[in-house]
């Protein structure tokens, strides 16, 4: 299994990375033209041997890597193609533009992807997509309306506690065979993609927007309705696979928390905590039943809540516990093995899940591009620099007690408590608060996901019928099938469950669909109408530093 595991791995990321380029490619063509070439090789599918030598032409100087080389490359195709064409003369300069050093393949690639037409776009200089009013009835019965513009700070908010959640708990034992240097390296090209991942989903959505007059849509029917019905099965298997592997690692580690609390609990029975699945029956049973008692205004105040107390506990440990960490050790060149890292990317990718905020962050920020480009890489800023904290005072604390960060088989809420807390102390109590605030947030978010998944697949469009109905159905579905993987694994189910759902959930639903949707928007047969352009030369600089990083490796 860690084989096939390691193989999904360096698979996924090998056509992510693809995929991103080529996205790349695309942004960066509509202001830039790479090379303009004679206008019989682009507009004549009959090409003939004069043709075949002016695209030998346009190859020899795309090899270019200097000005010195651009001319003598240049004056050698300008003999070849003359010498074959006789006294006919071309009928186009090619052009180069900011293409020196551009290999061969990429530039072909480009060319052949060409650009989007302008007179695509409806309402290209549009910042916003439309306006939401509020509306309120005053003492005399009057009512009055004002604009409810959407908060970039409350959309940047709500990704980062999006995030926040039951993969830190992870991230030093995914981390810690590599070292802190690659595993931080690895974590940053983690966060490059997902961030990028993400802006993708948001520009589709404002798409999809423009083009339904819907505001309510969901991650799931975005991808069903945006790649058809093969693919959108695919992305449909992907989704529930990756929110009912969370929800495995959650109640599975939930319930071991449970039952160490009940343990320490005077006057509780011993035979309470000894029955097998205690811990994770209850975890289960109290969060579904919460949730399935609870209204969507409830539910967010106990999310918001519970991400405040995650963030509190989290600084209480990163201070105290910065204190004992051995930073020198952390960076010692002897313990940074980089030829382990393509193993942390799985747990990785599965600690920065957000995509399932971003439809409701484009509609409540009202399709507007600039806000919601910020609030996507603020709201994912954070917490990358929070889960570097969060790695530097584990491992360095771990190193500090002498741990072995090779050895396999640690439970991460265990290696807190042993490296930063010890036995007793308030220490201790803020690794166990932190460890139950982070899992409660994941299972909320995630279980409210999987919830709004089958009401897409079952077409239960409507939340009151949703509610009268099929609302305990749907927890049950929901609930039962993740209790029973808990109750029947063991202690490593909680890292093994994540790790599965990063090498096969999150790289195909979120690393290699989201470009492939974008790509079927921009550059399908259909040439539907565009709303928005490529959101911003994020994505385009990023794409092209990561394709140089995966070119070297």
């Not at 802006?199 to 505001?215: F, K, P, Q, V």
């Not at 009202?366 to 480009?373: F, H, L, P, Q, V």
């Not at 500090?400 to 490296?419: C, I």
Request: with cysteine; glycine share 10%.
């Amino acid at each position: 299994m860690v084989a096939q595991r390691r193989q999904v791995n360096a698979l996924s990321l090998s056509v992510a990375a693809g995929l991103m380029i080529v996205m790349a490619m695309g942004s960066r063509s509509q202001t830039v033209s790479a090379f303009v070439v004679p206008s019989q090789i682009s507009s004549n599918n009959n090409l003939n041997i004069n043709d075949n030598y002016a695209t030998m032409r346009t190859q020899l100087l795309m090899v270019s890597t200097s000005t010195n080389n651009n001319e003598k490359l240049e004056d050698e195709a300008d003999n070849v193609l003359h010498s074959k064409e006789g006294e006919e003369e071309e009928e186009e300069k090619i052009m180069i533009t900011e293409t020196t050093g551009m290999p061969n393949l990429v530039a072909q690639l480009q060319a052949k992807m060409g650009s989007i037409e302008e007179d695509r776009f409806i309402y290209p200089d549009l910042q916003a997509l439309y306006s939401s009013l509020k509306y309120e009835r005053d003492e005399d019965g009057s009512v009055t309306s004002s604009h409810n513009e959407g908060s970039v700070i409350k959309a940047a908010a709500l990704v980062a506690g999006s995030i926040i959640g039951a993969g830190v708990l992870a991230l030093p034992t995914a981390s810690a065979a590599a070292g802190f240097l690659p595993s931080s390296a690895a974590l940053g090209i983690a966060w490059v993609y997902m961030t990028m991942s993400g802006l993708l989903i948001a520009e589709t959505t404002m798409n999809r927007i423009a083009t339904s007059g819907r505001t309510d849509w969901g991650l799931l029917e975005l991808f069903q309705s945006s790649l058809g019905t093969n693919l959108g099965r695919v992305g449909s298997a992907a989704y529930l696979f990756l929110h009912y592997a969370v929800l495995v690692a959650c109640i599975s580690q939930g319930g071991y928390n449970l039952d160490g609390l009940l343990s320490s609990l005077p006057g509780l029975p011993e035979s309470l905590t000894s029955i097998p699945g205690t811990g994770q029956a209850l975890v289960a049973l109290g969060v579904g039943g919460t949730l399935l008692a609870s209204n969507t205004a409830t539910i967010e105040k106990i999310n918001s809540a519970l991400v405040a107390g995650a963030v509190i506990t989290f600084l209480g440990i990163v201070g105290a516990g910065s204190l004992s960490a051995d930073l020198g050790a952390l960076v010692n060149p002897d313990m940074q093995h980089p030829e382990q890292v393509v193993n942390c990317f799985p747990i990785l990718f599965a600690a920065l899940v957000f995509q399932n905020a971003v439809p409701k962050v484009v509609t409540s920020l009202e399709g507007n591009r600039i806000k919601i480009t910020t609030s996507i890489i603020a709201g994912t800023g954070v917490p990358f620099l929070m889960f570097l904290a969060f790695n530097a005072v584990v491992l360095g604390n771990a190193l500090n007690a002498g741990v072995d960060l090779t050895e396999a088989g640690v439970n991460p809420v265990v290696l807190l408590q042993r490296t930063i807390g010890g036995d007793a102390g308030i220490i201790t109590y803020m690794v166990g608060g932190f460890s139950t605030f982070a899992i409660l947030t994941s299972l909320i978010g995630f279980a409210n996901g999987l919830v709004e998944g089958w009401s897409d697949i079952f077409k239960l469009s409507s939340e009151r019928e949703m509610s009268e109905k099929w609302k305990l159905p749907l927890y049950s579905l929901v609930f039962l099938p993740p209790l029973a993987m808990a109750i029947s694994g063991d202690s490593d189910t909680f890292y093994n469950a994540l790790d599965c759902a990063g090498a096969f959930g999150v790289s195909t639903l979120l690393l290699v669909l989201p470009p492939w949707m974008a790509w079927k928007e921009r550059y399908g047969d259909d040439k539907a109408p565009l709303v928005t352009k490529p959101l911003g030369m994020y994505c385009s600089v990023c794409d092209w530093l990561l394709a140089l990083l995966f070119a070297v490796l």
